[in-house]
């Protein structure tokens, strides 16, 4: 092997916006079939570590070039956590306030990295679910003139996927095979954006989609119901409380609906909550790959799909954000603080630095 180098990135960077995006495709070896290529796209490596990162730069970017954010104007928008991480890194660094509308059962690490990249939190009762904190956003947004974000409706989410996810598998991929693209869904804009990109370069990649095993809104086939600009007018009947944290709200996005419509998946595969948390401790104590319960959830999928494909396949399932991000939630519940019985039996082994 030759000695570990690095020559830098031979550019320097304007802006932390100017590192959004261009996430590498990781190949999984301890957890994968010997006889197929299985592949990760890990979007935990964009500046605040999710991939929100690249919805947040293009809701205000293209909200800028229309003119419909003015300088210095506040920002309002509903998330469950990452849209807000990431729209609180680019109003951060483009000068703009942010208030977050989020329900208080997400988990506690996500209000304070927000308030900590200088935005305001504002709590919705959980009992409200995604619906109530929507509805909050918007009744701030009316009530202040200010500008909302609208991550679930606007032509801006798919858009960025279209132009930069998408691009980015097509690149990586050149010249090789990609049997199968595995994603779950929020807003939709990773699938419906990717979607677009390789039913029309590559016609032959399998699209599967995911969504958790007791909220199965698209599978249920029930149509969402929606008021005239295309945001949910009640929650959908499907809906269950999921601890897969950024995917499924509790209604079927504006912006999944067109990824609905034109078929962009080939298959429709549930995943139980605990198989995805298992799948992110497995990711990350037998890969030393970092990420949260929806991309455990993701692999978990590929995983399937990988066991039983034939030689030589490829898949390739995206990662939406890092694990350090579930530090207080179920993900993290059997990590002790306290040495365990195994620590303590190698702290006794040796006659140094014995505690009592
Ligand atoms: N996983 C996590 C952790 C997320 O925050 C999100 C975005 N809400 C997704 C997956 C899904 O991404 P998208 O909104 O593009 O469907």
């Known amino acids: 092997m030759t000695a570990r180098t690095t020559t830098g990135q031979g550019k320097l960077y304007d802006s932390i916006v100017d590192t959004i995006g261009n996430t590498p495709c990781i190949r999984v070896n301890r957890l994968a079939p010997d006889n197929v290529r299985l592949y990760v796209k890990a979007e935990f490596f964009n500046p605040a570590a999710s991939v929100k990162d690249r919805l947040a730069i293009s809701i205000i970017e293209e909200a800028e070039k229309r003119g419909d954010l003015k300088p210095g104007q506040t920002v309002v928008e509903a998330t469950s956590g990452n849209t807000g991480i990431g729209l609180a890194m680019v109003c951060a660094a ?109 016609p032959e990649t399998k699209i599967v989609l995911s969504e958790p095993a007791n909220a199965q809104l698209v599978g249920s086939g029930i149509p969402q119901e929606r008021g005239p600009d295309g945001a949910p007018s009640v929650g959908h009947s499907a809906f269950e409380p999921h601890p897969i944290q950024g995917w499924t709200p509790d209604f079927i996005p504006l912006v999944l609906q067109e990824a609905i419509d034109k078929h962009y998946y080939d298959a429709l595969v549930p995943v139980p909550g605990p198989t995805a948390i298992e799948w992110s401790r497995k990711l990350a104590a037998e890969e030393g790959i970092l990420t949260g319960i929806s991309g455990g959830a993701t692999f978990a999928v590929a995983h399937q799909i990988a066991e039983q494909a034939e030689d030589g396949t490829t898949i390739l399932a995206m990662l939406p954000d890092t694990g350090e991000r579930y530090l207080s939630t179920p993900l993290f519940e059997n990590i002790e603080e306290v040495m365990t019985e195994d620590e303590r039996a190698l702290m006794t082994s040796t006659p140094g630095y014995q505690m009592g």
């Open 94 to 202: 483009k000068g703009y306030p942010l208030v977050v509308t989020m329900a208080e059962s997400f988990s506690v690490e996500r209000r304070k990295l927000m308030r900590f990249l200088g935005a305001k939190v504002v709590l919705t009762p959980k009992e409200l679910k995604g619906f109530g904190m929507v509805q909050k956003a918007v009744e701030l947004a009316q009530e202040h003139g200010w500008f909302l974000a609208h991550q679930f409706e606007t032509k801006d989410n798919a858009l960025v996927h279209e132009n930069t996810t998408g691009r980015e598998i097509l690149a990586d991929f050149k010249g090789r095979r990609l049997d199968y693209f595995v994603s779950g869904y929020g807003t939709g804009g990773t699938i419906a954006g990717v979607g677009r990109v390789l039913r029309k370069e590559r």
